[in-house]
């Protein structure tokens, strides 16, 4: 297994674990399959975000295939360019539990300590997400806030905690 950068090369299986991730775990994201699948490019969007200055989203594959992913955007304001925030974290399912979600988030924690100006990183969680909040609190994340109500997927109110880790 390698974990890497992503190009816009990887645009198209970056798009598919995307549609996976929306599908099969509603709550975890703030975009919906639904406004996914209606994009008139998505392959083009996906591409010139992965080459966006500030924006770097890191891919586990084995062998070929992208089996998940993770980005780290960079805050552009001025006042707040010392804060990155983590989004998007997935990892397929018949992956989980293999150390993959883990190696992801140390890849970003490591690349977010190369960028100089970088002194935290910033993320949302599900709240009901255990071992997601696991993984993050075991490399060092603490929870500094929680959102009642933060998404409405299906008539039913999922919370979100944000949690920080100051690098």
């Not at 198209?12 to 994009?39: G, V």
């Not at 083009?44 to 992913?69: H, P």
């Amino acid at each position: 297994m390698e974990i890497r950068l992503l190009k816009p090369e990887d645009a198209k299986a970056y798009w598919e674990l995307r549609l996976e991730a929306l599908k099969s775990n509603p709550e975890a994201f703030a975009s919906s399959y639904e406004e996914a699948i209606q994009r008139k490019d998505p392959l083009k969007e996906v591409a010139s975000r992965l080459q966006e200055e500030g924006s770097y989203t890191f891919g586990m594959f084995d062998e070929d295939q992208l089996i998940g992913n993770v980005t780290l955007v960079q805050e552009k304001a001025l006042k707040m360019q010392h804060r990155g925030n983590i989004y998007a974290m997935y990892v397929s399912a018949e992956n989980r539990k293999a150390g993959v979600g883990r190696s992801l988030m140390k890849a970003v924690i490591q690349h977010a300590k190369s960028i100089s100006v970088l002194e935290k990183l910033n993320l949302t969680v599900e709240a009901n997400n255990e071992k997601a909040k696991n993984l993050y609190t075991s490399l060092g994340f603490k929870t500094y806030g929680y959102e009642e109500k933060a998404l409405k997927v299906d008539g039913h109110f999922h919370d979100e905690e944000h949690m920080v880790l100051f690098l």
